[in-house]
């Protein structure tokens, strides 16, 4: 999206601060995943099977800022998006199992590069739509560079499986506007519902087959 586009839903000097302001989100975010590689590649020496599928991260377009301040209410302004908007940058972690995501927020919880401010766990109680994952906002502190000014970083932790559904919950809602079909909606719920349900069955016979290794390592 070109930047004439851009401004009309920001005004041009308001484009043009927002701009400034992204750049430390971006280094909030290098920060952030520089962590998360640094942990990636310790499972992947130190533990029998890395928990971690993958990372993917984003920061939030411009115009998804204009957006959401407008849903909000608040004025599009780049001041207005640092005051009330915490997921601009943001970043995801894909996990083989849900007993992996309470695993993987210990090990952030002992982490000296930034610190969680506000968690929201959706995995032990879903959103009435289904929706599961596990949220949590990491304050990122930016350095002398930029005065010592903190930065927020919204994390995701989810399996495959939520993920899927969350993508696909995504593009309904999106079509639709905000305003899904009743019987779409109640589908979407079983989907959860299963998918969820799916999750700890896998989980149970990864457990299982441990369980048989760890016999046939006893008797060899």
């Known amino acids: ?6 401004q009309e839903r920001f005004e041009i000097d308001e ?15 290098a920060e952030v995943l520089t ?10 020496a130190y533990w029998e099977a890395n928990p971690i599928e993958h990372i993917k991260s984003r920061i939030k377009a411009p115009e998804s800022i204009a957006g959401k301040l407008k849903k909000k209410g608040l004025p599009v302004t780049a001041e207005s998006a640092e005051a009330a908007l915490k997921d601009i940058a943001g970043v995801r972690i894909i996990c083989s199992y849900a007993k992996n995501i309470y695993e993987i927020v210990e090990i952030l919880r002992k982490q000296h ?7 929201k766990d959706y995995i032990s109680e879903a959103k009435a739509s289904g929706y599961r994952s596990y949220h949590l906002i990491l304050e990122v502190d930016l350095g002398e560079l930029f005065d010592n000014q903190v930065c927020p970083v919204e994390l995701q932790i989810r399996t495959s499986a939520m993920d899927f559904w969350a993508t696909l919950e995504h593009k ?14 109640e589908e979407l719920q079983n989907c959860a519902q299963q998918i969820h349900a799916l999750d700890e069955r ?5 457990e299982l087959v441990d369980l048989i290794n760890e016999g046939e390592d006893e008797n060899d």
Request: glycine share 4%; charged share 25%.
């Open 172 to 185: 309904v809602r999106y079509k639709y506007g905000g305003d899904m079909p009743v019987h779409l909606s």
């Open 15 to 29: 484009f043009e601060k927002l701009k400034r302001d992204l750049i430390k989100y971006n280094c909030a975010l």
């Open 113 to 119: 590069n930034f610190k969680i401010v506000k968690e």
């Open 1 to 6: 999206m070109n930047n004439t586009k851009l």
């Open 35 to 44: 962590q998360l590689n640094n942990i990636n590649s310790y499972f992947n």
């Open 202 to 206: 896998m989980y149970l016979i990864h």
